[in-house]
């Protein structure tokens, strides 16, 4: 009872603070023009100062960054030279070449079902026009993979050895895996300029973090015995990191490197924005010109691509009994291959008479429904608009921000700890005194929207899902594919059927943020004690009961984990939504894009960061709250 | 405790040695002092897994340290080889106070005089099972037809003659541990530490595990220090038993003078269920000679098992000694109350 009372207290107090305080107190509602920090002032001067004078002695720092980009330049040149262009006057591998290739890499990995689907995704780039792309694309993601692989193990390792270094760039992880792409590919593209090789090191930087949270966690995850066996038979530093524990970790390092790739593909379309060509470029090209047709079609490549290497790296996962002679089979592929190639142009390059295209279909699809139910979906969206989109971002933005870092300050408290409270109080004031507070409560309104939503789609599917085993499967292959497709991929269907603007954002958003909230659920669920679900049976509950008195209750710290998981989910969504028009801190950042700006995307990128450490950090306590207090209700049950 | 100066000098000994798990574990033993008990560590935040033992483990002979799960039988190995990094004590192997070896002096004296087994096998998973028992001379820098070659040796020794290709994960639970027997076999260690070799196997797999290693050992004649939970296992294996309690030793000697004379509750509590007649010498139940002796003999080193069916026709044995000497008598009242007795 007390309980309730502080908080209706404080709920009170709020709404009275926020309802009447702005004549009083104008300056806690918006915060004082001579005084938002310049921060983005600072960070574009520093940018520059790195770029003209930054020096360390022997070379200055331009000279690293063309240092580097010329050390990735060569082995591009090289993939895309044996993939899409051709070299020394010889042609690029043909089409066939590389659809067998893939297919024996497949067989290789995952046997005879595994090269039939690796081998039809490339066989339908070709078919549908795509190849020249898809091969550019394919090139630049062969070279970030590798570098971002071994960037993040040699991190990981780096962190697994000396204690001190993983507390250091823990929070950088953190930090790096929450703020929005686009917040550094404008310093990327001012260090490296436009180009491949400006792509490849923002994709690079984009999927490392993840790469060396995994590394240290496989690393972790090493039996201790082996580490014993190691030290017992005199491994040197080398000997134990090389011999033993990398070869015993290399199943959860193969996640890694899947995970790598995955990455890497969601940002193709992203980083084609500074130059990476190739199917991403097409796809953004398309959705500029409102080419719905030609951008599904390019998507549709990039689905293909990301289907084949997805399954192919993870078959690579498990240890197979492999026979030998795929290296002979490579190389007579490319032997025939190249002979046919000579004989008949049609191997070369794909013949365009055998092309199919659907772009045309897609569009009249698009058009008929416009000319048919236009008027429906006009309504709908109007109607969500006027009565529940824009109240709400009204009274988000109206708020002061002083009583909103008053208040989450108190929820941290109450939650955990002054601690929390502080960080959270404190974020907020930060993001208030960039002078962002409108575009970062239009960022919060938006994703707010959407992941109630999401969760309001997603809980009663969880839930059926659980509950049915034949149900679960379909519903997370499902889950699984579409979490396999670039988020790009949302955004086009909404835009057809929507056009621009805050409501086919949260179409996009929902869409893509979905996926966690139906997985976590249904994990969640799953994971109860079977027990406690017999001896409700056996106190004579009914299913109902059952599912809300135990069940959902139990779940409640995992499904906290899948509503944590659909805010971050729906946060990096929103910000690639600024393409659609929305006027939050995507569009901030992708301003700043377009214009170059690296401390104007980077302050915006941080905004977004903030909101989502807040977000996380609140419910990481809530979940941890909820799992102690189930504890203590699990004693009492038994009375 | 008897640590008299008869018989040959201990090939490794230990002398107070303690670990105290936690962030400051050196300053917290030096506060509470050496009587400290397991509890005022646990007070403090702190584990002491190991406390004050002392062992003393000669050539050629199987040491056998048993005590329940959580006990600190695995640090205190672990300790004896520095794995883990004692809190405090002496350990004495060649002379040498391995506390103050330098880390490449333990790698090299890892490498070339210990080797051990571990509970849950510890096999690479990447390599086959010879390359596996050809590990530790590979990391010796050792070339590969001479490794190869050894570890052939090793695994037809451990009976595996033919698995050289396969991977560990398609071995049976059995097989895996001769492999891991075999590993730590290959650099023909003086010192070798088998930490719960057998537990995690079937019940007859283990039986027959212990005979192999008696086999074995009756072969190489190595010095042997041997952790298990199982009290059966301990009796049949050892030569020396150390019982460990809440980390420290309760009670060492051989079986026999576990069993006759346990020293604490908690040691009568594993003895009980043992059948006495197998693990009692002739030679502790004996009484001196008087009058004539009895024409029947048995030597002095026998179990009471082995001289039991003899009494059927007599009422008393005569005891020989490893000369063939007379000892003593073996009196058939006696032998029926060991038997029954409690
Ligand atoms: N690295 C460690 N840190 C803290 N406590 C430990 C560590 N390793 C073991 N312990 C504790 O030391 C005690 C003895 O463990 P262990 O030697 O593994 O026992 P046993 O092998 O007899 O089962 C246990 O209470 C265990 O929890
Ligand atoms: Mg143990």
Known sequence: MRFAAIWLAVLGLFWGFSALAKPLLPWAFDWPKAMVLPAARWISAFTKWLLNEASFGLFTFQELTRGVSAVIEVPYRAATGVLSEGAFGLPPLSWLAVVVLVALLGHRAGGLRLALLSGLCFLFIAVFGQWTSAMVTLASILIAVPIGVAGGMSLGLAAYRWPGFARAITPVLDLMQTIPVFAYLVPVLILFGFGPVAAIIATVIYAMPPMTRITQLALQRVPGELRDLGNMVGCSRRQMTWRVMVPSAKAGLMVGVNQVIMLSLNMVIIASMIGAGGLGFDVLAALRRLDFGAGLEAGFAIVALAIALDRISQALAYERVVRHGYLWGALGTLGIAGLLAVLMPGVQSYPESWQLSTGTFWGQVVAWININYFDTLEAVKNALLINVLIPVKRFLIALPWAGVALFLGFVGWRLRDWRLGALVAGLTVLIAATGLWDKAMTTVYLCGISVVIAMLIGLPIGVMAAERASLWRWVRLAIDTLQTLPSFVYLMPAVMLFRVGDFTAMIAVVAYAVAPAIRYTALGLQGVDARLIEAGRAMGCTNWQILTRIKLRLALPEIMLGLNQTIMFALSMLVITALVGTRDLGQEVYIALTKADSGRGLVGGLAVAFIAIIADRLIGAAAARARARLGIAGDSHGG | ?342
Not at chain 2, 13 to 32: E, Q, S, T, Y
Not at chain 2, 142 to 149: M, T
Not at chain 2, 163 to 174: H, N, V
Not at chain 2, 253 to 268: K, M, Q, S
């Open chain 2, 1 to 342: 405790m008897t640590e008299d100066a008869s018989g040959p000098a201990p090939k490794l000994l230990c002398r107070n040695v303690w670990k105290v798990f936690g962030p400051k574990g050196a300053g917290v033993l030096a506060d509470l002092g050496m009587d400290a008990t397991a509890a005022q560590f646990e007070a403090r935040g702190y584990v002491a897994a190991v406390r004050a033992v002392d062992l003393a483990v000669a050539e050629g002979e199987i040491f056998v340290i048993m005590g329940l799960s959580g006990s600190g039988k695995s640090t205190l190995v672990r300790c004896l080889s520095r794995l883990i990094e004692p809190t405090s004590g002496e350990i004495w192997f060649h002379g040498q106070n391995l506390l103050t070896a330098s880390e490449a002096e333990m790698m090299q004296l890892r490498r070339h005089k210990m080797g051990m087994v571990f509970q849950h096998f510890a096999l690479l998973p990447h390599m086959s099972v010879l390359q596996n028992v050809a590990f530790p001379l590979e990391v010796q820098g050792v070339g590969r037809a001479a490794r190869e070659d050894t570890a052939r040796k090793m695994i037809a020794l451990v009976g595996l003659a033919g698995r050289e290709d396969a991977l560990p994960r398609q071995l049976s639970g059995g097989q895996q541990q001769r492999v891991g027997i075999a590993r730590s076999l290959a650099a023909d260690p003086e010192l070798w530490f088998l930490d719960e070799p057998f537990s995690a196997l079937d019940p007859l797999i283990r039986r027959e595990m212990q005979d192999e290693f008696l086999r074995l050992q009756a072969v190489l004649k190595k010095t042997i220090v041997f952790i298990t939970h199982d009290f059966d296992e301990a009796i049949r294996l050892a030569d020396k038993i150390a019982i460990m309690k809440d980390g420290a030793v309760v009670q060492q000697g051989t079986p026999e003078e576990i069993v006759l004379h346990p020293a604490t509750e908690y040691v009568a509590e594993f003895t009980k269920a043992v059948a006495r007649a197998k693990v009692v010498r002739v030679a502790s139940v004996m009484k001196p000679l008087e009058g004539a002796a009895p024409a029947i003999s048995i030597a002095a080193s026998a179990k009471i098992a082995d001289a039991a069916p003899l009494f059927l026709q007599e009422q008393a044995l005569r005891v020989v000694g490893a000369n063939g000497a007379t000892v003593g008598v073996l009196q058939r009242d006696d032998v029926v109350a060991l038997m029954l007795g409690g």
